[in-house]
């Protein structure tokens, strides 16, 4: 079992920046694709990021590319999303969520485990 926390989420003027933090338990998260996703009022859960378990293939959603900006230290059991530039759409309950040896992939059925999320949001 893992157990996945996130935090970081909070209110942000548009523009601004947050860092989400998902930290794991019960396993080493080495072994797991890790991706991000989101899910905003009255629409579906969405992806947002991903990293392949051994960390060489890296996904990004087109509406965060070149402002989001995934990465995982392996040493904490923690993966992080820098979000910079963040805008009123991106106004939503972020997730991540683990994919034993998975090749890192959009499919939110993929995963294995979930966090609980972290609200962001972005004021304009």
Same mark, same amino acid.
């Given at each position: !079992?893992? !157990?996945l926390?996130?935090?970081g989420?909070g209110l942000v003027?548009?523009g601004g920046?947050?860092?989400?933090? +998902?930290?794991?338990?019960?396993?080493?998260?080495?072994?797991?694709?890790?991706?991000?996703?989101?899910?905003?009022?009255?629409?579906?859960?969405?992806?947002?990021?991903?990293?392949?378990?051994?960390?060489?293939n890296?996904?990004?959603?087109?509406?965060v590319? @070149?402002?989001?900006? /995934?990465?995982?230290d392996n040493a904490k059991n923690?993966v992080?999303l820098?979000?910079?530039? /963040?805008?009123p759409e =991106?106004?939503?309950?972020?997730? +991540?969520?683990?994919?034993?040896? @998975?090749?890192?992939t959009?499919? #939110?059925h =993929?995963? #294995?485990?979930?966090g609980?999320?972290?609200q962001?949001t972005?004021s304009?």
């Amino acid at each position: !079992q893992v !157990q996945l926390v996130e935090s970081g989420g909070g209110l942000v003027q548009a523009g601004g920046s947050l860092r989400l933090s +998902c930290a794991a338990s019960g396993r080493t998260l080495s072994h797991y694709a890790m991706g991000w996703f989101r899910q905003a009022p009255g629409k579906e859960r969405e992806f947002v990021a991903v990293i392949s378990w051994g960390g060489s293939n890296m996904r990004y959603a087109d509406s965060v590319k @070149g402002r989001f900006t /995934l990465s995982r230290d392996n040493a904490k059991n923690t993966v992080y999303l820098q979000m910079n530039s /963040l805008e009123p759409e =991106d106004t939503a309950v972020y997730y +991540c969520a683990a994919d034993y040896l @998975g090749p890192g992939t959009p499919n #939110d059925h =993929d995963y #294995d485990y979930w966090g609980q999320g972290t609200q962001v949001t972005v004021s304009s």
